[in-house]
C-alpha cells in the first residue's frame, strides 16, 4: 500500500536550515536578533499594516490583543464556536466572558445579525475568525461594533494573505493575531504575530509581550505584564518562510485546484464556499458531506484505509465541558455551527505534497465515495 499522506507537513528547506545556523552562530538565540527585525517587516508587508509584533504563538497573540485593549473581569467578548480552542479560551483569561454567535452558511464567518442580537451592555469586542481561510464579512461586523462601540479584533491564524474587498487579512480589524504553529501557512515550530494600524495599541502590545518593561528604563516595570516573545531561531524559520510565501501559496493553489475539480465531480460532497469580495488562503482543503456526520465519519475511516488522513471539522465550543453552564447545559443555540460541525472535513494540504501524494488522495476520494 502506498504511505500514509499526513493532513499538514511543515515544508523546510534549504533556506529556512541556513537561516536557523546563521541564528545559532550568531549567538543570537533569545527574544532579540536580525531575524526578528526582519520578520516585523515582512510581516508588516504580507498584512499591509504599520506594526507586526513577534509573539510566542497564536493563543498568546489573542491573549496580548485582548488585555492590551483592556478587556477583563466583567466584560463580554463576542466570538464563534466553529472555531479553535485558543479563541474562546484567550477570552477566559482575561477574566471575560466569551458569548458565542453562529456563523453564515455562506462565508463561514460570524452571522453580523446574531452578533448584533448578542450585544449586551457588558459587550466590549468581538472576534472574527477566518475560518478555514476564507474571510469572515469584515464591512457587516464592523457596522456593528461601530454602531455599539466595541473592539473588533481579528483572529486570522488559518487566513494569512487572504483578502476581503481587496484588503489583506491582519489589516481588517483594530487588530489582528496568528499563529506559525507547525501546521499552518507560514510556520515557526511555534510563533505568532499581532497586527495593526494603531500605534498605542502595538506601543502597549509590545509592552505587556516584554513582561511590562518600561522601554526607557531597564528593569523598571510600571504595568504587570507576560513573556509573551519570539525567540530568534524560530524567527529565522518564519522569515525564510515569508521568503518563500509566493512559491508556497502558489503550490497550495494547485493542490486546491484539483481537490475542486474532484470534489466537483463526486456526488454528495459541497466545496466550500467562495464570496465574490474574498480570496482564500488555501490553509486545510475544507468540504462538506451534506448527509451529515455518519456519512462524513465513514469517509473520514475509509479515507484512513487508503493511507489518507484527514481532519473532522472543530467540535463547536458551545458544547464542550469549560463552556457550558454549571448544570452542565448548552448556553447558546447555534444551528448553522453545529451542522457545520457535523458535515466537515479537511483534506492534506502542505505546499510539500507531491503531485503522487495529491494523486493518492484524489483517488482514494473517488474510492470511497463511490463505494459507499
Ligand atoms: C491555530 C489557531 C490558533 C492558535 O494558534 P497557536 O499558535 O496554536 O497557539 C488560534 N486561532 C485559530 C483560529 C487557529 O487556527
Known amino acids: 500500500m502506498a504511505a500514509r499522506v499526513p493532513v499538514s507537513r511543515p515544508d523546510l528547506g534549504d533556506l529556512e536550515l541556513s537561516n ?3 541564528a545559532v552562530t550568531s549567538s543570537w538565540i533569545s527574544s532579540s536578533g536580525e531575524f526578528l527585525e526582519q520578520l516585523e517587516e515582512r510581516f508588516r508587508a504580507a498584512t499591509g499594516t504599520e506594526h507586526a509584533i513577534p509573539v510566542s504563538n497564536g493563543t498568546v497573540a489573542l491573549h496580548l490583543a ?3 485593549l483592556g478587556i477583563g473581569p466583567g466584560d463580554e467578548v463576542i466570538v464563534p464556536s466553529l472555531t479553535y480552542i485558543a479563541t474562546a479560551n484567550a477570552v477566559h483569561y482575561t477574566g471575560a466572558t466569551p458569548v458565542f454567535a453562529d456563523v453564515t452558511a455562506s462565508d463561514w464567518g460570524l452571522d453580523p445579525a446574531h452578533v448584533e442580537s448578542l450585544v449586551s451592555p457588558r459587550t466590549r469586542a468581538i472576534i472574527a475568525v ?4 476564507h474571510p469572515a464579512d469584515m464591512p457587516a461586523l464592523r457596522a456593528v461594533a461601530d454602531r455599539h462601540g466595541l473592539a473588533l479584533v481579528e483572529d486570522a491564524a488559518e487566513a494569512p494573505f487572504a483578502t476581503c474587498h481587496g484588503q489583506l487579512a491582519g489589516s481588517l480589524g483594530d ?3 496568528f499563529s506559525f504553529y507547525g501546521n499552518k501557512i507560514v510556520s515557526s ?3 505568532g504575530a499581532v497586527t495593526t494600524n494603531d500605534a498605542a495599541l502595538a506601543a502597549r502590545m509590545r509592552l505587556l509581550r516584554g513582561q511590562g518593561m518600561d522601554p526607557n528604563r531597564r528593569y523598571y516595570f510600571p504595568v504587570v505584564g507576560f513573556n509573551y516573545r519570539m525567540t530568534n531561531v524560530a524567527a529565522a524559520i518564519a522569515c525564510a ?3 518563500r510565501a509566493d512559491e508556497m501559496l502558489d503550490a497550495r493553489r494547485a493542490i486546491y485546484a484539483r481537490y475542486d475539480r474532484a470534489v466537483a465531480e463526486l456526488p454528495g460532497l459541497v466545496a466550500q464556499p467562495q464570496q465574490p469580495w474574498a480570496t482564500i488562503s488555501p490553509w486545510l482543503y475544507p468540504l462538506l ?4 456526520a455518519g456519512e462524513r465519519d465513514r469517509l473520514i ?4 484505509g487508503h493511507g489518507v488522513e484527514t481532519r473532522p471539522f472543530f467540535i463547536p465550543i458551545h458544547r464542550l465541558p469549560p463552556y457550558l453552564d454549571d448544570s452542565g447545559r448548552l448556553l447558546a443555540d447555534l444551528p448553522v455551527t453545529d451542522r457545520l460541525s457535523s458535515e466537515g472535513f479537511n483534506l492534506p494540504t502542505s505546499s510539500s505534497l507531491t503531485p503522487d501524494e495529491v494523486g493518492q488522495v484524489v483517488a482514494a476520494l473517488a474510492a470511497v465515495v463511490q463505494g459507499g
Open 301 to 304: 475511516d475509509a479515507l484512513a
Open 66 to 68: 485582548l488585555v492590551a
Open 241 to 243: 518562510q515569508l521568503a
Open 189 to 191: 515550530g511555534e510563533g
Open 130 to 133: 477566518h475560518l478555514y481561510g
Open 289 to 292: 458531506v451534506p448527509a451529515g
Open 20 to 22: 536557523v545556523e546563521r
Open 175 to 177: 487588530v489582528a493575531t
